[in-house]
């Protein structure tokens, strides 16, 4: 199983959701972390979707998902064997 980090800076619309995979992770360790105007999102269709709590306050929002900091943020990414921004 690849472990996968998507980090999503794209307010919610149809062509950033799709740039997101249809599979939901059931072949590989997906997680979403959603941070500047990605924050918005409320539903994504992933298990692991976090959101940069720096964003979330500096955008005065509340979000449904769990926030991680810079810090948490720069471990995942050393972690994952792939990154992709979107």
């Given amino acids: 199983m690849k472990k ?3 980090i999503v800076s794209k307010a919610p ?5 799709s740039l997101l995979p249809a ?6 360790d ?6 500047q105007d990605g924050v918005r ?6 298990p692991c979707v976090f959101t940069l ?17 810079y810090q948490d943020l720069l471990r995942m990414i050393f972690e994952a064997e792939t990154v992709t921004v979107v």
């Avoid at 619309?13 to 959701?17: G, I, L, N, T």
């Avoid at 599979?23 to 590989?28: C, E, K, T």
């Fill in 13 to 17: 619309s149809e062509k950033s959701v």
């Fill in 53 to 69: 709590s720096d964003d979330v306050l500096s955008r005065k929002l509340s979000s449904p998902f769990p926030s991680v900091s």
């Fill in 41 to 46: 999102h409320q539903k994504l269709p992933f």
């Fill in 4 to 6: 996968i980090l998507y």
């Fill in 30 to 35: 997906i997680s979403v972390v959603l941070v």
């Fill in 23 to 28: 599979d939901s992770g059931s072949r590989n």
